[in-house]
């Protein structure tokens, strides 16, 4: 299944389609999409608003290339891989830029209760390595399924939940800094 | 000082944080911005992308199969539309039998009687499961009327109004049938009519290979049959389809996803009834059902909503508890009446009455034993509650429902499943 719990053969017609130009069915990828995207490119630029330009970046790459994708039914980890790519170059543009880098990262501060919890818990998140980053916002954030994730990233289901797991356990780490201990 | 959380305030914290609103796609605006990204698929010679209509049908088409959740009923309808589509993609050279006959004899059916089985993809237990659908067709006094079970699922449509309930439950929810994908096509069949659609044989003739139909004898009753099957590469479907010879219509359909015919299909439609009198009821809901409309379900959302803000961001979980009484009282037959109990318990808990928690958590497991949404974490919450006052035999108890209620419900590695047997094991340890 895909990110949208569509069959890969489904999928595939409608790839087949949006390749022949029918706007119908890009617009159906894009929509099943979008969101996704956003958040892959999220995990890498850690600014929301970078993140929407990202992903239409890569919808855009995508439809340029599309005719030489040849898996169709690789459809979500190939736009995927683009869009990380994108992300990561306007991280790099972004690093060129020293004052616009401070400012992006100083995303919008968490809302949530007054212990502070929320804010360790999201600097433990953004702290991450990205690769563990990708799919705690992938499952946490966007609300895909393992499953989903496996689909998207083109990576087992073990390698997703060891993944998760891991990430967990930084957080947990971080947060058993902060003075946050979980109960047991 | 040290500060504690569980994996769940852990889960609902990382949640929290996501920045802003779910990303909302605008395809539209998007394609005016990148209108020379969109221009460089555009292919002049190719005919589908310039026969819009023959092509957003067929992806439209191949979307109601697969379609996730709602792959339900749409499904089952699918199969008699392509039974009858495809088939049409014979151009008569048979002398034996072509479309034309199956088209003018389906449009002497009154009711259609649909059973089988489905591939079904969802929940802890994916497998093959048994399906039943009824159609009733639209005539000038009675709108069109359809049942279809699977599963425990149950979906009663009358004209335009559909309810949806489990049969553990005694609450439907009411929805306008045709804005439901899984259903339009149905009410699309019904509209075109007189309940077949004629145009959907030449939209999909195009698309369709491999057409090869033949005359056998079905070995178990010596009956001659004609067996036609087609594939479908743009969704990568093959398809069977039995027709009988005297009456023309077809007996039954199977349905691959692959172009092979191979392996368990997807959809097997072993049984095609025509013109059955149906009992009166069929198309009925039972006499103590509720009916809960869209709004009801909204309405008693948001205010749980409230409830949750101030459970969990502002941490007043008397306020909280108010709201969430509310919602209980004026929602009771909603599952989200149940949730809202839980929550109470969680709000007397947060406040240290572990007594009145209890009392809260007995409640919702008595009046609400069935429903699989929330029971098991409420089993769960009040085997820890029980532990906080020292009653742990009660509390393996409660564990132990809480694991009866999820079974098959939810993933047994996760919460409340996996830290409920954790409990027990240690509980039953000392």
Redesign the interface.
């Known amino acids: 299944?895909n990110t949208?719990?569509?069959?890969e053969?489904?999928e595939?017609?409608?790839v087949?389609?949006?390749?022949?130009?029918?706007?119908?069915?890009?617009?159906?990828l894009?929509?099943r999409y979008?969101?996704t995207m956003?958040?892959v490119a999220?995990s890498v630029l850690l600014d929301?608003g970078l993140a929407?330009d990202g992903?239409?970046q890569a919808?855009?790459?995508a439809?340029?290339k599309?005719?030489s994708l040849r898996r169709l039914d690789r459809f979500g980890p190939w736009l995927a891989t683009i869009c990380r790519n994108a992300a990561q170059d306007m991280a790099r543009a972004r690093r060129r830029d020293a004052a616009l880098q401070k400012a992006a990262v100083v995303?919008?501060p968490?809302?949530?209760?007054?212990?502070g919890?929320?804010r360790a818990?999201?600097d433990a998140?953004d702290g991450l390595p990205s690769m563990y980053r990708e799919v705690?916002v992938l499952h946490?954030?966007?609300g895909m399924s393992y499953s989903q994730i496996e689909s998207v990233l083109n990576i087992s289901g073990d390698r997703v939940k060891g993944r998760l797991a891991r990430a967990?356990r930084r957080?947990?780490d971080r947060?058993e800094k902060e003075?946050?201990?979980?109960?047991q | 000082?040290?500060?504690?959380?569980?994996?769940q305030?852990?889960?609902r914290?990382?949640?929290?944080?996501?920045?802003?609103d779910?990303?909302?796609?605008d395809?539209e605006g998007?394609?005016k911005?990148?209108a020379e990204?969109?221009s460089?698929?555009?292919?002049p010679g190719?005919k589908?992308?310039t026969d819009?209509l023959s092509?957003?049908w067929?992806?439209r088409f191949?979307?109601i199969?697969?379609?996730?959740?709602e792959v339900r009923f749409g499904a089952v309808a699918a199969v008699l539309l392509i039974a009858l589509t495809i088939i049409a993609l014979d151009k008569g050279t048979n002398v034996a039998w072509s479309m034309e006959q199956t088209v003018e004899a389906i449009e002497q059916v009154k009711t259609l009687y649909i059973e089988g089985t489905v591939v079904w993809?969802f929940g802890a237990e994916p497998g093959v499961v048994p399906f039943r659908y009824w159609v009733q067709a639209p005539t000038e006094n009675s709108p069109l009327k359809m049942r279809g079970e699977i599963k425990k699922h149950v979906m009663i449509a009358k004209g335009d109004t559909v309810y949806e309930c489990w049969s553990d439950t005694k609450t439907a929810q009411a929805q306008y049938g045709p804005a439901i994908t899984d259903l339009k096509y149905w009410y699309k069949a019904a509209e075109v009519g007189p309940w077949v659609i004629r145009q959907m044989p030449e939209l999909i003739q195009q698309y369709a290979t491999d057409w090869q139909q033949s005359i056998e004898r079905d070995p178990n009753t010596g009956k001659e049959r004609i067996l036609a099957t087609c594939t479908y590469p743009?969704?990568?479907?093959s398809f069977l389809l039995i027709v009988d010879p005297a009456t023309k219509l077809v007996e039954s359909a199977k349905l691959w996803?692959?172009l092979q015919h191979e392996g368990e299909p997807y959809i097997n439609a072993k049984s095609f009834v025509y013109n059955q009198k149906y009992p009166d009821g069929l198309f009925e809901l039972p006499a103590d059902t509720t009916v809960v409309n869209e709004r009801d379900s909204k309405e008693s959302r948001a205010l749980f909503d409230l409830g949750e803000a101030l459970f969990?961001?502002e941490?007043k979980y008397a306020e909280a508890m108010e709201i969430y009484w509310q919602v209980y009282f004026m929602y009771p037959k909603l599952n989200v009446a149940e949730e809202a109990l839980m929550m109470i318990g969680l709000c007397h808990g947060r406040l240290e009455q572990h007594d009145k928690a209890i009392e809260v958590y007995q409640k919702a497991t008595r009046e609400y034993p069935h429903l699989k949404g929330w029971i098991d974490a409420t089993w769960f919450y009040l085997g820890l509650e029980y532990m906080k006052t020292g009653q742990n035999d009660k509390a393996i108890d409660a564990f132990e429902n809480c694991l009866k209620a999820g079974e098959g419900v939810r993933d047994p590695n996760t919460f409340p499943l996996a830290n409920a047997r954790e409990f027990i094991v240690s509980l039953k340890g000392q």
């Open positions: 299944m949208l719990g569509l069959r053969d489904n595939r017609a409608v087949e389609a949006a390749c022949r130009g029918d706007s119908e069915a890009l617009a159906g894009y929509e979008y969101a956003v958040w999220y929301r929407e992903a239409q919808f855009a790459t439809c340029a599309m005719r995303e919008e968490a809302q949530g209760n007054s212990d919890f929320d818990v999201k998140v705690v946490y954030y966007s967990r957080i947990q947060l003075g946050f201990r979980r109960e | 000082m040290e500060r504690k959380y569980n994996e305030d852990l889960e914290a990382i949640r929290r944080t996501a920045p802003g779910p990303p909302m796609p395809f998007w394609q911005r990148h990204a969109v460089s698929l555009k292919c190719d589908k992308s819009g092509g957003t067929v992806i191949g979307r199969l697969m379609k996730k959740r993809p743009p969704s990568n479907m996803n692959n969990h961001k941490k």
